[in-house]
């Protein structure tokens, strides 16, 4: 029996008698009645009585059995010695005792080697310490106390330890070491620590054993997960690794997970998200990406959002994931020659005409593939596949839709303007007449629309001109100083206007009371602030570009 049935025990009372005399009237008369009782019943109410005593006093006896037992189990709550602290000492002391049971468990399985039952009872062992280990991630200050006790380096062993329950093990645990919030802790204790795990190729370890690990199980599933947890943790608090881990075999891993015919689940969305963050930036990776085929395995990707919605929001993640590396790539020159290969240009105009949610999308990945010099090609081949059909009715409405998708109305209209503005650019010949017949169509209605979206934009930013005139006046009646670079917040519109039909612009500019200068103004401004390209010959001969048109216009 254990406490909680000890104390809640009740002694059995027996059965009660049933009364032979029950009625009001027999009740009232009771002592009377009891005086004409026979000698044999007079003995039974007695001994009922003696009973009655005897059950009082044994619950008197049980109540105060309740009061010893509870003042014993607090005095044992009382004794139990309070948790060790954590400081140098317990953790160096952890730490020995971790590295006696690695090697012990190591030794054991050297010596029989078919034989578990010899060394099962040191890897349970093992397993524990390593599981004790995780308090160290409360104190980031003592990480150094792993690296210079040489932790690390056997922790990183345990990686390729025969029986994946330990490697995962290790996995948890350095996944909470790793935490981004502990890094930031300690910042000293972080570069230590992340250090070390470099030094050790924790990238290429974590991939290797990610690689033997069935993603059926639940445990491996997960131990998977806390992979790609550390991997994003460390990319976080240090990117420059990015590039490190992707040649270690991080990218091919990441585009064969990607790619396997497996249902959805949290670990492909967890994949598409770190390889959106390994091509962030990273001309690197987004070349190794590119050499691995890797844009056509996104485009296969991709292509299943082609007609259908994503079924949840975890998976319109995952597909927006897909498409900002796919962006990413593209800012690389050849890359844009695999996206043309791969008829990446031909999904992406489908995917603008079947009006799904991949429709956004797909926008952002046709501006970024044909701006500038580099996307040329991409920008005679869209007219070839009569985009123009596609993306003209996008210029002269913005989808409901959109909205949905999480995009604004602005971000939009700057995919669109930035895709024609990229095709007058680049287009020759006989493209290039098909484009500008274009804005003649309809009585030249792409022209209204064009100005309609000119006076939009300006007024715009005269409203924030007024704003932040109204914040510099404020500024000086307070003495305080100015900062210059609060003059270069504005006139990022694109706007090729000297291409497009001259006569129809200066007829609605007239109407609308506007001017060809504020025009040549802007497009000065948007010159002068022209940023840093691939080159400074680039720079200089984009700025003289538009100061001609603007000068022509």
């Given at each position: 029996m254990d406490v909680g049935e000890l104390l809640n025990y009740q002694p059995d009372k027996g059965a009660k008698r049933p009364r032979e005399e029950d009625g009001g009237e027999d009740d009232s008369r009771g002592g009377k009645q009891q005086k004409g009782l026979s000698a044999r019943e007079q003995a039974r109410y007695r001994e009922a009585g003696l009973e009655r005593v005897a059950e009082m006093r044994e619950t008197e006896e049980l109540t105060e059995d309740k009061k010893v037992i509870l003042d014993k189990l607090m005095d044992q709550d009382e004794e139990e010695p309070e948790a060790e602290p954590?400081?140098?000492?317990?953790?160096?002391?952890?730490?020995?005792?971790?590295?006696?049971r690695s090697y012990k468990n190591q030794e054991l399985r050297i010596k029989f080697?078919?034989?578990?039952?010899?060394?099962?009872?040191?890897?349970?062992?093992?397993?524990?310490v390593i599981q004790e280990m995780h308090v160290i991630a409360t104190m980031p200050d003592l990480y150094h106390l792993l690296v210079e006790l040489n932790a690390v380096h056997s922790l990183l062993g345990l990686l390729s330890h025969e029986n994946t329950d330990v490697a995962i093990a290790v996995v948890d645990?350095?996944?909470?070491?790793?935490?981004?919030?502990?890094?930031?802790?300690?910042?000293?204790?972080a570069e230590v620590l992340i250090d070390a795990l470099l030094e050790g190729q924790v990238v290429a370890l974590l991939v290797q054993n990610m690689e033997r690990l069935d993603e059926q199980v639940k445990e491996e599933a997960d131990g998977i997960y806390n992979t790609l947890a550390i991997i994003e943790n460390m990319a976080e608090f240090r990117p420059g690794l990015c590039t490190e881990a992707a040649q270690q075999g991080l990218m091919q891993w990441l585009l064969k997970r990607i790619k396997a015919k497996m249902p959805f689940d949290a670990n492909k969305?967890?994949?598409?998200?770190i390889l959106a963050i390994l091509l962030q930036n990273n001309d690197n990776t987004r070349e190794l990406l590119g050499e691995m085929d890797g844009i056509d395995v996104l485009l296969q990707q991709l292509s299943v959002f082609k007609r259908h919605n994503p079924n949840t929001a975890e998976e319109q993640e995952m597909m927006e994931n897909l498409f900002d590396g796919l962006c990413s790539c593209l800012m690389l020159p050849s890359n844009r020659d695999?996206?043309?290969?791969?008829?990446?240009?031909?999904?992406?105009?489908?995917?603008?005409?079947?009006?799904?949610?991949?429709?956004?999308?797909?926008?952002?990945?046709?501006?970024?593939?044909?701006?500038?010099?580099?996307?040329?090609?991409?920008?005679?081949?869209?007219?070839d596949i009569l985009g123009l059909r596609t993306i003209f009715p996008l210029f002269m409405k913005t989808p409901k839709k959109?909205?949905?998708?999480?995009?604004?109305?602005?971000?939009?209209?700057?995919h669109v303007c930035s895709i024609i503005a990229s095709m007058l650019r680049n287009l020759k010949s006989q493209q290039r007449t098909r484009l500008l017949n274009k804005f003649t169509e309809n009585d030249c209605e792409k022209v209204d629309r064009l100005m309609e979206l000119h006076f939009k934009y300006l007024e715009a930013v005269q409203q924030a001109d007024k704003r932040i005139e109204g914040e510099k006046h404020e500024m000086v009646r307070r003495g305080e100083i100015l900062d210059d670079s609060m003059e270069d917040e504005f006139y990022l519109r694109r706007l090729d206007a000297g291409l497009f039909l001259q006569q129809r612009v200066h007829q609605i500019l007239n109407l609308r009371g506007g001017s060809v200068k504020v025009v040549r103004h802007i497009m000065r401004e948007y010159?002068?602030?022209i940023g840093d390209g691939k080159s400074d010959e680039f720079k200089e001969a984009e700025r003289k570009r538009i100061m001609d048109l603007a000068e022509n216009f």
């Open positions: 954590v400081d140098e000492s317990s953790v160096k002391k952890m730490i020995l005792t971790f590295e006696k080697p078919d034989n578990p039952e010899k060394f099962m009872e040191s890897e349970l062992d093992l397993n524990d645990l350095l996944q909470e070491l790793t935490d981004i919030d502990t890094l930031h802790e300690s910042e000293e204790g969305l967890y994949c598409s998200e695999r996206f043309l290969k791969g008829e990446g240009l031909q999904l992406m105009n489908l995917m603008l005409r079947e009006k799904k949610m991949s429709r956004t999308s797909a926008l952002k990945v046709l501006d970024h593939g044909m701006i500038g010099p580099e996307g040329a090609d991409n920008c005679h081949k869209f007219v959109m909205k949905k998708t999480g995009t604004s109305e602005k971000e939009h209209e700057e010159a002068e602030s």
